[in-house]
C-alpha cells in the first residue's frame, strides 16, 4: 500500500510552471528559464528557475534579460502594420515603390559553379511578402557577416536589392530575415524616422516595455542571462557567447536588426502578446486597429506550402507565436486565451532538455486553460 501511494504520488502532474522544469535544471540539461502565463487582462505566473551564471551559481531572477532573437520580427511587423493602419502604406505596395534600389531586381532560374541564369520575375516583391517570407530573398546577405548587427538599414537592404530573388515573389516560403529587414527599412523611410526610435516612441515606451532595447545598459547587462550549449560529452553545459551579435553588447555601433536584434524581459514580452490578444489594445490605448490584428495573425502562405505563416507570426490552428535562436518561444494560444512565454538562453541542449518547453507548455494549458 505504502509503495503503491508513493508510485500515484510520483505520478501527480506538476504543481506549477517552475516545477515542471525544475528537473531539467537538476539533470544539468537546462541552465535555467524564466516561465509567463497570462491572460489577456493580467499576468497568471511569473516563475524562474535555475541559473543566470551556472558557475558562478547566480540565480535566474523573474526579470532576467534575454536576447529574444527572431522573437523581434512579430514586434517588427507589429510596428509596420501601424503604418498600414495609418495609409501610408499597403501590405500589396511593391517594395520598389518605397526602395527605388530594389528596381529591376531578378530572380535566379538556374545556377552552378561557373554561371547564374537570370530572368525578370512575374512581378516584384511586395511589403506582404517580406513580412510572410515569400519575397524571394535569401536569409541574409554577403556582407552580414561576421554578424548580423554590422550593416545599418540602409545598407543592409541596398545589399539585398543588389542580390537577385531566388524564387518567384510569392510562390515559396524562404524564412528570411532579409525581408524583414526590408520592411523595417521601408518603415523609417516613410516615417521619416529611424526605425529604433520608432520603435521606442511608438510600441516600447507606450506599452510600459522598459528592458526591451537594441542595446542592453549597464543594468540591463548585469540580469542578462548567459547563453549556453552542450558539452563535447553532450552530458552538460558549457557557457557560449551569442555567435550573431557583436560584442561588446551595449556598443552604439551595433546597428539595430529589426529580424533578430532586441533584448527583453518575459513581462515585457506578455505585455506585447496581451495588447496583440486584446485585438490591438492594452490599458485603454489602441497601438493597432482589430483588423491589422487579424491580417497579422491569419495565415498568409498560400494553401499549397506546407509553412503556414502570417505577417511577422508562425501560425497554427490554435494560435501563433514565434521562437528566437537561442530556443526562446512566445505565443498566444487564441483557443484557451493565454500568452505564453518562455525565455532561455540555449544554442542546444543536453539530454532531455530540449523537452522542457514543451513540459511549461503542458503544465500551462492544464493549470490555467480552463476545463
Known amino acids: 500500500m505504502i509503495l503503491l501511494l508513493a508510485l500515484l504520488l510520483l505520478q501527480e502532474p506538476p504543481a506549477s510552471t517552475s516545477a515542471a522544469l525544475k528537473p531539467y535544471v537538476e539533470r544539468r540539461e537546462l541552465a535555467g528559464a524564466v516561465a509567463l502565463v497570462a491572460s489577456k487582462d493580467k499576468i497568471l505566473s511569473l516563475e524562474a528557475v535555475g541559473f543566470q551564471d551556472v558557475a558562478a551559481s547566480i540565480p535566474l531572477k523573474t526579470d532576467a534579460v534575454f536576447w529574444i532573437a527572431s522573437q523581434s520580427k512579430p514586434i517588427t511587423a507589429a510596428a509596420v502594420m501601424m503604418l498600414v493602419d495609418e495609409g ?64 545599418s538599414l540602409k545598407d543592409a537592404a541596398r545589399s539585398y536589392a543588389m542580390m537577385p530573388l531566388e524564387s518567384e515573389p510569392g510562390a515559396k516560403y524562404q524564412y528570411s530575415n532579409a525581408g524583414i529587414n526590408t520592411a523595417a527599412r521601408i518603415l523609417e523611410v516613410v516615417a521619416g524616422v529611424s526605425y529604433e526610435a520608432f520603435m521606442h516612441d511608438r510600441l516600447f515606451a507606450p506599452l510600459g516595455m522598459k528592458d526591451t532595447t537594441f542595446w542592453p545598459d549597464e543594468g540591463q ?6 547563453p549556453y550549449k552542450p558539452n563535447a560529452a553532450k552530458d552538460g553545459l558549457e557557457e557560449t557567447t551569442i555567435s550573431q551579435l557583436t560584442y561588446p553588447l551595449h556598443q552604439p555601433h551595433r546597428q539595430p536588426m529589426p529580424a533578430g536584434g532586441l533584448f527583453s524581459t518575459a513581462s515585457d514580452c506578455a505585455r506585447f502578446l496581451r495588447m496583440v490578444l486584446h485585438g490591438g489594445e492594452l490599458e485603454g490605448r489602441r497601438y493597432l486597429s482589430e483588423a491589422a490584428v487579424k491580417e497579422m495573425t491569419k495565415r498568409q502562405t498560400p494553401e499549397a506550402l506546407k509553412d503556414s505563416y502570417g505577417l511577422g507570426w508562425s501560425v497554427g490552428a490554435d494560435g501563433y507565436g514565434h521562437g528566437g535562436a537561442l530556443a526562446t518561444d512566445m505565443r498566444v494560444d487564441a483557443k484557451r486565451g493565454l500568452v505564453l512565454v518562455y525565455l532561455v538562453q540555449h544554442a542546444g541542449f543536453a539530454g532531455e532538455g530540449k523537452n522542457a518547453q514543451g513540459a511549461f507548455r503542458k503544465t500551462a494549458e492544464r493549470l490555467f486553460g480552463g476545463p
Not at 547564374?116 to 512575374?122: F, G, Q
Not at 547587462?221 to 548567459?226: E, I
Open 221 to 226: 547587462l548585469a540580469r542578462l542571462a548567459k
Open 88 to 151: 501610408k502604406i499597403a501590405l500589396d505596395d511593391p517594395v520598389e515603390k518605397h526602395l527605388p534600389e530594389f528596381k529591376g531586381q531578378m530572380v535566379a532560374v538556374e545556377r552552378d559553379a561557373d554561371h547564374v541564369l537570370l530572368r525578370k520575375p512575374a512581378r516584384p516583391p511586395t511589403i506582404r511578402d517580406c513580412l510572410n517570407h515569400t519575397s524571394g530573398m535569401k536569409f541574409s546577405s554577403p556582407m552580414e557577416k561576421p554578424t548580423l548587427d554590422g550593416l
